[in-house]
């Protein structure tokens, strides 16, 4: 079946450092990935996308990473700062799709 | 760009009651939004796929008689549930895909709390 999963739970950094979320996804067929930031109480927040026929994209701040011969996806995050503090979620979405499978989330912390 | 708005954003409600929210698309029209559920600390679960002037296409496991889905115009999706009890408590989300940038926005969410 479709799953998308994380490979932790939690992750605590200092404020400043890198931080490196991953996801493994088992669909093979997805062709489109997204990156989710959720606040506490909020809804998702879109922060980066990644089409199958890509293997980097960056934003400000954000660079996410996709190796489909692993079926990997990574989100980047530099020079973390206390507002990154959040659940992030990642989420494909199957070739022919209109919906999106979630991961089951990463709590990001920030340590000052 | 691109905001989905939700209303309410809080409710609390007796059982037995109904429930009404409102997920409506500020700057953009929407012909398909999606309706999510999210407990603490979990991740969303879809729920269902409102397209405007059709039927909702339901996720296995829900009861479309106990959530109804209206998807009247392109810019707003109502969500009802109906003779609410208190297992149907939990974070409400919607989305709306900009077909433009073929991506999923999340409205800011619908706390419900069934009494």
């Known amino acids: 079946g479709e799953s998308v999963g994380l490979h932790l739970p939690t992750l605590s950094v200092q404020e400043g450092d890198n931080s490196i979320i991953n996801c493994a996804y088992s669909?093979?067929?997805?062709?489109?990935f997204i990156w989710y930031k959720q606040e506490s109480g909020k809804g998702p927040q879109f922060i980066i996308d990644?089409?199958?026929?890509?293997d980097k994209r960056q934003g400000q701040r954000v660079t996410v990473l996709l190796n489909k011969t692993v079926k990997h996806l990574s989100l980047q995050i530099a020079a973390t700062q206390p507002g990154d503090s959040a659940v992030y979620f990642c989420?494909?979405?199957?070739?022919?799709?209109?919906?999106?499978?979630f991961g089951q989330g990463t709590r990001l912390t920030i340590n000052p | 760009g691109a905001v989905v708005s939700q209303h309410p954003s809080r409710v609390i409600c007796k059982s037995g009651t109904s429930v009404k929210i409102e997920c409506r698309s500020l700057?953009?029209?929407?012909?398909?939004m999606f309706w999510y559920r999210q407990f603490p600390k979990k991740s969303l679960m879809l729920m269902a796929t409102?397209?405007?002037?059709?039927?909702?296409?339901?996720e296995q496991g829900v009861e479309k008689d106990k959530f109804l889905i209206n998807h009247a115009s392109l810019t707003l999706s109502t969500l009802t549930v109906t003779s609410a009890h208190p297992e149907d408590s939990s974070f409400y989300i919607c989305?709306?895909?900009?077909?433009?940038?073929?991506?999923?926005?999340f409205g800011p969410g619908t706390r419900l709390t069934v009494l």
């Open positions: 989305s709306a895909l900009l077909s433009s940038h073929d991506t999923q926005y």
């Open positions: 669909n093979s067929a997805s062709d489109y």
């Open positions: 990644i089409r199958s026929n890509m």
């Open positions: 989420a494909e979405r199957p070739e022919g799709a209109q919906k999106l499978v």
């Open positions: 700057d953009f029209q929407a012909t398909t």
């Open positions: 409102s397209n405007e002037g059709s039927k909702a296409t339901y």
